[in-house]
């Protein structure tokens, strides 16, 4: 595959990988939220602020830390001589840590840990990847207009 179409699927899969989490989350946190009595939301401030704080602690995290990691795999992307597979998207170091993530994941819904705390955590870490995504598509954009100028 071409730079562009990779730079695209990288930043595609970093989005479906958020997009799931930030769905877990916002479902971990409400349900960590309703009454036992009623099943309604209680405490609606509340819950507003911790959902805005783990977006806003995604967020930062997106764009101080993923930024980085994104920064360096397109960087990885433009230097690679002539087409990619999928296997040349992420060298050995960045494999291994999203394998170590996904491995945290499934960890952490097997521990026993709080609703709340998982889909707070969800919610962040969907957040960041979601903001790392975007990077990816910016660069793709970027790239792209390089080409043709």
């Not at 997106?62 to 920064?71: D, E, P, Y």
């Not at 087409?83 to 491995?103: G, P, Q």
């Not at 945290?104 to 889909?119: K, V």
């Amino acid at each position: 595959m071409n730079k562009i179409t990779a730079t695209i699927l990288s930043g595609g899969i970093w989005m479906m990988g958020g997009m799931s989490l930030l769905s877990k989350g916002f479902r971990l946190l409400t349900q960590s939220m309703l009454t036992q009595e009623s099943g309604e939301l209680f405490l609606t401030r509340e819950f507003a602020f911790y959902m805005s704080l783990a977006i806003a602690l995604g967020f930062l995290k997106g764009r101080f830390v993923l930024r980085k990691t994104a920064t360096r795999i397109f960087q990885r992307i433009t230097d690679f001589p002539g087409s990619l597979s999928l296997f040349d998207l992420y060298d050995k170091k960045t494999s291994a840590l999203i394998f170590f993530m996904f491995f945290l994941g499934f960890l952490l819904t097997r521990l026993p840990i709080s609703p709340f705390s998982r889909g707070f955590m969800d919610i962040a870490i969907g957040t960041a990847l979601c903001q790392g995504a975007l990077f990816f598509f910016r660069f793709a954009v970027l790239y792209r207009k390089q080409i043709r100028s």
